[in-house]
């Protein structure tokens, strides 16, 4: 079969946003400890940080990562993880199940953003704590000298204020599950109250207020309603979370997640837009898509924690295969093409818990999974505006979602420079798709195309491990010289493919 896409750089959908390319440290399993971490390790620089696993995080193109969580947020007294080391307590962290050393706290995980080129988002505790503590940690922070917080931090070796932008008011807070679990109408006051006085501290924070956990959760919508009316004045962004599996081998559902995460964008923005327009208001709420990934729950609800009350257990390992990665490809497609809306996104999570990067524990080195290389090679060629593609594709029928395209596309091209990215996946599990490029409006201006495709040569759940780390490896097509402003590239079963010119 054929598909059709066709580009125009006048029919634009918005920039394409850096922070896009965000992902996620928790103190969860092994991502902090072992993760980013491990003064033990040989690749360990002065402050105890795996220099390996820095250059990986380097090559993603990673923007923004959000810490400490997640769910662990919940429970978390941040002024544990300030001060010397040897006096920091050991506590019992109640969402995953562990103990917390508190060994890595605010002022590592800066002084790891900083080596990484990273920008953080920091997350308060809401679950527990309250509008206090919040602004105590803003206070330490972000202000400068002369106040008791901020010359704590000082004290604790760091000069310069942090100066952290993002922040997220609480974590899944409509989620059963959650430490300090709230009603829509508790959370939506509390989390106007903390804005509020966070802002009395700085109003020039961009403040992310927690959404729904999912769309099938009973309250999405009437706590998107509840907590933009008490709090749309407070707040930048509100925040959406979806992760994704493959379930009972429906692979045709599963590769069609994509269009499960552009409909729930679509209805988070209609009770965004919903409440703008019944309060009057001008300014239009944005969608921080902080948690996304495919995880396979259902494996980690069975097993459950592997080991009680352990510093750092292996959680939420996946080792991932080609079909999640053209998940991971196709969502990141979503994500652009709502570009409008969705500024700012975390794939969750960064290292060994559903991780882009795995590292193996003791001496082991680190290695890329599956994943990793659709999310690296969209956020190197994502670049300028996103652009509005028109796609004409054949349609399969799935269990979950009804009719869906087989190929789904995006495009990315920057004025500037002329750069042009096209990024698609096929599902059609058996046989490849031909997708034919019209770029007649680019005539002229486009060299030769490279193209690299990433596919299992039959078996979708091959995986990346850490006896054959570099089995799946996006490979390099045939050169793409558009003729008359047409050309044509094949796509092969479960593929995630980036053509760019020049
Ligand atoms: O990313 C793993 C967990 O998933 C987070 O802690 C939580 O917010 C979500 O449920």
């Not at 941040?78 to 019992?92: A, F, L, S, T, Y």
């Not at 499960?260 to 327009?277: E, T």
Request: aromatic share 8%; hydrophobic share 40%.
């Amino acid at each position: 079969p054929n598909a059709v896409l066709t580009l125009h750089p006048a029919f634009t959908v918005g920039p394409v946003r850096r922070r896009t390319f965000g992902s996620f440290v928790e103190h969860m399993g092994r991502c902090v400890y072992e993760g980013i971490y491990q003064p033990d390790h040989p690749s360990a620089d002065e402050d105890g940080f795996r220099t390996d696993v820095l250059e990986m995080v380097r090559e993603l193109g990673i923007s923004t990562v959000r810490y400490p969580g997640g769910n662990f947020v919940s429970g978390y007294r941040w002024e544990d993880g300030v001060g010397p080391c040897e006096e920091r307590p050991r506590r019992v962290e109640m969402a995953w199940h562990s103990v917390e050393t508190n060994e890595f706290g605010l002022d590592e995980f800066m002084r790891w953003t900083k080596k990484a080129g990273v920008e953080p988002m920091m997350a308060v505790n809401l679950g527990t704590r309250g509008v206090q503590e919040a602004c105590d940690l803003l206070e330490y922070a972000n202000l400068r000298s002369g106040t008791h917080f901020a010359d704590a931090r000082i004290a604790n070796g760091s000069a310069e204020p942090h100066n952290i932008r993002m922040w997220c008011l609480g974590n899944e807070m409509d989620g059963p599950w959650q430490i300090g679990h709230k009603t829509p109408e508790e959370y939506a006051r509390l989390a106007a109250e903390t804005g509020r006085a966070m802002r009395m501290i700085d109003p020039t924070l961009e403040l992310v207020a927690c959404g729904s956990s999912g769309p099938e959760i009973d309250t999405f919508g009437t706590w998107e309603r509840a907590v933009l009316t008490e709090a749309y004045d407070q707040v930048d962004y509100i925040s959406l979370h979806a992760y994704y599996q493959e379930r009972d081998g429906d692979l045709g559902s599963f590769l069609a997640s994509g269009v499960h995460m552009d409909r729930f964008i679509a209805d988070v923005v209609a009770h965004c837009d919903h409440v703008r327009s019944v309060r009057r208001k001008e300014k239009r709420i944005m969608l921080s898509f902080d948690e996304w990934n495919v995880w396979y729950q259902t494996r980690f609800d069975t097993s459950g924690p592997p080991s009680d009350w352990v510093t750092a257990p292996p959680i939420a390992e996946d080792d991932y295969t080609v079909a999640d990665a053209v998940v991971v490809g196709g969502l990141l497609i979503s994500l652009l093409r709502n570009s409008d809306r969705v500024t700012a996104a975390s794939q969750a999570q960064l290292v060994n818990v559903l991780g882009l990067i795995r590292t193996e524990p003791g001496e082991g080195p680190a290695w890329r999974q599956t994943i990793f290389h659709p999310f690296a090679l969209t956020s190197a060629h994502a670049r300028g505006q996103v652009l509005d593609v028109g796609i004409d594709a054949p349609r399969y029928d799935t269990v979950k979602y009804g009719e869906v395209p087989l190929v789904d596309a995006v495009a990315t091209h920057d004025p500037e420079t002329g750069a042009l990215a096209v990024f698609a996946v096929n599902r059609d599990t058996e046989r490849p798709v031909t997708l034919d490029l019209d770029l007649r409006a680019f005539e002229g201006s486009l060299g030769e195309g490279r193209l690299r495709v990433l596919h299992g040569d039959g078996d979708p759940h091959v995986v990346n491990d850490a006896r054959d780390p570099e089995r799946v490896l996006p490979a390099e097509g045939p050169a793409v010289r558009p003729v008359d402003g047409r050309a044509g590239v094949t796509l092969p079963p479960v593929s995630w493919s980036v053509l760019t010119f020049p």
